[in-house]
């Protein structure tokens, strides 16, 4: 009897466990790409839906979501990535009742005869590489208008969980390369979704604020405009690649003409994208405040750039525990940015950019002095607080600067009675002769019933104290967050225009306030890949 028991108690478990699983995936197939010796995840990964054009990008922890459907259609998937083998997997046999982990090997590099023998023949350096890369962009990327369908988000990362997670799917129309891309490029919202799923914290959503206000916003020792609140504009504007000819983002600058003459590059080991060779080009700079560290895949047969990356750090700011960043230098980040192109029908597109900022939260002191008051009387000072500061630094006068017609004043007394934990007040009883402090009091009093104190007349301030709960007097605090916006391409549409009539994205209001949405017939074909509510390690 005991054994049918736990027989039926081990089946309402597993069902218990298979709904649990089902009802956060929905109707969605939840994998992880991770690396065949160390185990660790494998981000910005192309999987693309084999013979459909459609497909998307795993999260920086792997994951990715594939719709049930495309299961029920025995359809296969592509998994490509720099420096990885590619793999396919039939969707079929992937569970749709617990997370499917992928594993990825490395490429071997075994390079063409013809591309091997070219360049013993050309002893390309890294920088004659780079050179003739950016000059045949207007040859491999295309000058005539196209369209690409994407999913975007944007969301920051406090401690390893998403919060103010935004996404949408939306279409793309590019007049081509010739064209200055913030002018003239139009975007179509399908859809989109300030999801609630997860955290939402309106004081880290706020546009950044460079002034002094109550929890202000700030990106440290840098500085990103607004435009408009249009996150995805912001976005955009760093896409290097697309951007050639134009200012693009600090240190970059003008691709062009800037990337060569401010670098130092250095060739590295070659590596493959699928079938294709690629050269990696490593480049720096340094300055007195910052380092800048990039590379670019390019390829080794007619010099399409397939990615760039760049990541700029603060010298002056280091990690905690001595962490180290993975260009092995122990400095904060401020920047990075991860842009792919693919080649269709021979020339390259988009397939995802990233662009991940670090900002800080400043918010204003929790312990502050609310006023300074005369108390003829008992010819004291009363000194009032916001909160009940602390027994020793509140009877130690030399936290006190209190000044009368510019000459310090002493004191003989300081009464703070700390056993009423509400009492917030001390009373200061300066060391003066009686007439004198009279005096001064009844002139202090009248000054205060004409307006405000010049503070040449007389002024307070309170220095080195702290409250009960240990917060210092008119600190201000900070809190460091990761910023990311993100676009990844699921479909690229060549040859496709823009029509006149239509409604689109308007580029001065934030994307998710007051936007027309405009689903297509086939909108069903596109997908949110919303990531697991917390980082997967």
């Excluded at 962009?137 to 935004?166: A, C, H, K, W």
């Excluded at 007049?175 to 490029?185: H, K, L, M, Q, R």
């Excluded at 080195?464 to 007097?473: A, H, P």
Aim: proline share 3%.
């Amino acid at each position: 009897m005991r054994n049918i028991l736990r027989t039926h108690f081990f089946f309402l478990l597993l069902f218990l466990v298979s709904n649990t699983i089902l009802s956060q995936q929905g109707e969605y197939i939840v994998g992880k790409l991770m690396d065949s010796e160390t185990q660790e995840s494998i981000a910005f990964a192309s999987i693309r839906i084999k013979d459909r054009a459609l497909g998307i990008i795993s999260n920086i922890d792997g994951s990715f979501k594939i719709p049930l459907k495309y299961k029920e259609y025995g359809d296969i998937i592509e998994i490509s990535s720099m420096e990885y083998q590619t793999k396919e997997i039939i969707i079929h046999d992937f569970s749709i009742y617990e997370l499917n982990d992928v594993i990825l090997q490395a490429s071997t590099l075994e390079l063409e005869e013809a591309v091997v023998i070219a360049e013993k023949k050309n002893k390309l350096t890294a920088r004659k590489i780079v050179r003739r890369a950016l000059r045949l962009i207007p040859e491999n990327y295309p000058v005539e208008s196209f369209s690409t369908v994407g999913y975007y988000r944007d969301y920051q990362l406090d401690n390893l969980r998403y919060i103010n997670l935004n996404e949408a799917i939306l279409e793309v129309f590019d007049e081509g390369f010739d064209a200055i891309d913030s002018a003239t490029t139009k975007v179509k919202i399908f859809d989109y979704l300030e999801n609630n799923d997860f955290k939402r914290d309106t004081l880290t959503s706020r546009s950044y604020d460079y002034q002094f206000k109550e929890g202000r916003k700030v990106i440290d020792k840098a500085f990103l405009a607004s435009y408009g609140g249009n996150e995805f504009t912001i976005l955009k504007v760093h896409d290097a690649i697309r951007n050639y000819k134009i200012d693009s983002y600090s240190f970059v600058h003008r691709l062009k003409s800037d990337l060569l003459s401010e670098h130092k590059f250095k060739k590295e080991s070659d590596t493959y994208l699928d079938d294709e060779p690629l050269y990696t080009i490593k480049f720096n700079k340094l300055l007195s405040g910052y380092s800048a560290y990039g590379t670019m895949y390019i390829s080794k047969r007619n010099f399409e750039i397939y990615k760039m990356e760049y990541a700029v750090y603060d010298r002056k700011k280091t990690l905690p525990n001595g962490i180290s960043n993975r260009h092995k230098t122990n400095n904060q980040q401020v920047f990075e940015i991860i842009t792919e192109y693919r080649p269709k029908n021979d020339r390259m597109y988009l397939n995802y950019i990233s662009f991940h900022n670090t900002f800080k939260i400043w918010e204003p002191p929790k312990f502050v002095l609310d006023s300074t008051d005369v108390d003829i009387v008992q010819r004291c000072f009363a000194m009032s607080f916001n909160r009940p500061p602390d027994l020793q630094g509140a009877i130690n006068g030399d936290n006190y600067i209190l000044k009368y017609k510019g000459e310090k004043i002493g004191f003989k007394e300081i009464v703070y009675d700390d056993t009423d934990k509400s009492r917030k007040t001390i009373l200061l009883y300066p060391k003066m002769k009686s007439n004198k402090a009279k005096e001064m009091f009844r002139s202090i009093a009248i000054a205060a019933s004409k307006g405000t104190i010049d503070s040449l007349f007389f002024s307070s301030k309170v220095y080195n104290m702290y409250d009960v709960d240990g917060n210092l007097i008119n600190e201000w605090t900070s809190k460091d967050y990761d910023q990311f916006r993100e676009f990844f391409v699921q479909e690229v549409k060549p040859n496709v225009n823009s029509r006149m009539d239509s409604l689109f994205m308007d580029k001065q209001r934030p994307i998710f306030k007051d936007q027309p949405i405009i689903k297509p017939n086939n909108f069903d074909d596109y997908w949110m890949n919303t990531p697991l509510k917390n980082i997967i390690k």
